[in-house]
Structures are given as structure tokens and as C-alpha cells.
């Protein structure tokens, strides 16, 4: 069963706890993971893209030269797809990108990244983070101590107060938060380090298990 240190906000070790292996010890599917981003990335497309057809485009509405003894082509409209200034045919249209795959295929791609990240050593587990008031430079030396100044993904249990440090941490462009609840792997994948507060991590290995 895997291990790892709790720390405090001041960086330093106080105990160990052991986590779900079926979550935090699992040999990562990265089908899974793919598959996953990639409905993750589908679904965040607006899809606003439009064009006009010959219906919408402006003008148009006189049959430009009559049907015969021009020795042109017969036309019935200056906006035919074939003109300049004319309506697209088959052009692009508002559409939703979004699809879904299975929930056991999600929850095997969360349980896979997480198991990867505590193999590299890119999860970390604090106590609690306790604000009492909401300044962005008493975070700064929390990430500091942590040793967390990249990229980073704080995980808070759904019953902590965590909206002290919410507001502390909202305006530094290198942080990320959520809930065990709201954990997603777009989330988790683009940041280098993943740090839970102590009940998250128990949540998460009930909830994800």
C-alpha cells in the first residue's frame, strides 16, 4: 500500500499516511487518460463557427440574365455558392462538440494520473492550509515552503473551509483549485504538482475507489 509524508504549511514532515491503493497505486491505463482528455478538450469547444448559405447572404433575389439565348450559363442567383460575395455551401454551423464516455472509464483515468503523479513524486500532502485573512503573499510563502512555485493543483475536502485560501490564492496565475468533488483530468494534467490537504487525500481514495 503506498505512503506518503504529511506535511504542514511551513514545509515540514509530521507523520505518514497510508493511500488507497486502488486509486493512488494502480498501473496507469493511458487509453484511458487519452480518451478522457480528449472528451475533456471536445467538450471546452465553443463550436460558434458559422458561415451563410445562399439563403442568408444579402442580394440575390433577380434572376440575373434570362434562362436563354444569352449563350451564358443559365443562373437563377447573383449569391449562388459559385459567385463572389455568394453563400458558402456546406460551410460550418453552430454544433456542439460535446460527447460522453463511460463513468468507469473516467474514474480509471482519474485513479491512472493520480498513480502516475505520486510515481513521480509530484503529489503532495498538506495537514490543512488555515488562513485568517485572504492576502496572496501569505500564500506565496505557503507555495514556498511546499516547494511548489510551478504549475500547481491545490485539492480541498468539499466540508473544509477553504474559501479563506481561495481567495488568497485566486490571483497568482500558477494556481489552480478544486474540490475532490470537482476533481477532472484536464485539471491535474496541465500543472506539475498536486497538492491535497490531508482530508481531501482520504476523501479521494473513498470516493474514487
Known amino acids: 500500500m503506498p505512503k506518503i509524508t504529511v506535511l504542514n504549511q511551513e514545509g515540514k514532515a509530521l507523520h505518514e499516511i497510508e493511500l488507497a491503493e486502488a486509486v493512488f497505486g494502480i498501473e496507469p491505463n493511458q487509453q484511458a487518460i487519452f480518451d478522457t482528455v480528449l472528451m475533456q478538450r471536445a467538450s471546452m469547444r465553443q463550436g460558434t463557427h458559422s458561415v451563410k448559405t445562399r439563403a442568408e447572404v444579402r442580394g440575390g433575389g433577380r434572376k440575373p440574365w434570362r434562362q436563354k439565348g444569352t449563350g451564358r450559363a443559365r443562373q437563377g442567383s447573383i449569391r449562388s455558392p459559385q459567385w463572389r460575395g455568394g453563400g458558402i455551401a456546406f460551410g460550418p454551423t453552430p454544433r456542439s462538440y460535446a460527447y460522453r ?22 503529489i503532495v500532502v498538506i495537514n490543512e492550509i488555515k488562513m485568517d485573512t485572504p492576502k496572496t503573499k501569505e500564500f506565496v510563502k505557503i507555495q514556498n515552503a511546499l516547494n511548489c512555485t510551478k504549475k500547481t493543483l491545490y485539492v480541498f475536502n468539499g466540508e473544509e473551509e477553504w474559501e479563506t485560501a481561495y481567495l488568497a ?13 470537482g476533481l477532472n483530468m ?21 470516493v474514487l475507489a
Open 101 to 122: 464516455i463511460n463513468r468507469k472509464v473516467r474514474r480509471l483515468a482519474v485513479r491512472s494520473v493520480l498513480s502516475e503523479r505520486l510515481l513521480e513524486n509530484a
Open 169 to 181: 490564492m485566486r490571483n497568482l496565475p500558477n494556481v489552480f483549485f478544486t474540490t475532490v468533488e
Open 186 to 206: 484536464f485539471d491535474m494534467m496541465r500543472v506539475s504538482n498536486i497538492v491535497f490537504t490531508e482530508a481531501a487525500v482520504k476523501t479521494a481514495g473513498e
